[in-house]
């Protein structure tokens, strides 16, 4: 048992996955859909959440993973990591293939309960996180924007650079959670406490 945040992480394990918007299922545990970009750090952060480093599908190279990877956590929910975008070397074919799986996803019932967007906090969002955030707001799903290796600047950099990803996504600076995987300080398990706010505290410890 290892208690990370304000999550008591009882078991995770690999529940599903779909290459193809037909092998997206129907699943009863409310979703937390992760989407960023293919270097963002996006497999280490929910190796981080779940404590499990060897459980999270990583590809050898950038942006050739076309699935999407359902995560059961303590059977109460699910960690759904969508396949990153924005890999400069991929295709336009890829990328349209990308769209069309990330969409049906959305769109199938249940659809998820919240969406974490991650975003590199040492650069400004790109067009394609912008397109990402537009795709998520038109559907209205929840978003919690989270500013991956934060340990990578001082910390009156990150204040900063938060304040360029909130005007960039026309949000409150409050909104954006930066993090590491590296830095106790800024722990990937303080988003479980969002996470929570959203899908109710069961099987959870608070603080």
């Known amino acids: 048992m290892i208690v990370h945040g304000s999550m008591k992480i009882l078991s995770a394990e690999l529940h ?11 699943p009863d545990l409310p979703q937390i859909a992760v989407f960023g970009r293919s270097n963002v750090g996006k497999s280490s952060l929910l190796a981080a959440m779940m404590q499990r480093k060897k459980l999270v599908k990583v590809s050898s190279t950038p942006g050739k993973t076309r699935a999407i990877f359902y995560y059961r956590v303590n059977d109460r ?19 349209a293939q990308w769209q069309s799986l990330v969409e049906a996803y959305l769109d199938a019932p249940p659809g998820p309960s919240l969406a974490i967007h991650l975003i590199d906090i040492r650069h400004p969002p790109t067009a394609d996180d912008v397109a990402v955030r537009a795709i998520l707001d038109q559907r209205r799903i929840p978003v919690l924007v989270v500013a991956t290796k934060g340990d990578k600047l001082s910390r009156s950099r990150r204040m900063k650079s938060v ?23 800024l ?21």
């Open 187 to 207: 722990a990937a398990g303080n988003l479980w406490d969002p996470i929570l706010d959203v899908v109710g505290p069961e099987g959870a410890v608070i603080r």
């Open 16 to 26: 599903d996955q779909a290459f193809t918007p037909g092998q997206i299922p129907e």
């Open 163 to 185: 304040q360029v990803i909130a005007k960039d996504l026309g949000i409150d600076p409050t909104a954006v959670i930066p993090v590491s995987v590296k830095d106790a300080s």
């Open 77 to 95: 929910l699910l960690l759904v990591d969508l396949p990153g975008y924005g890999f400069s070397k991929a295709p336009k074919a890829m990328a």
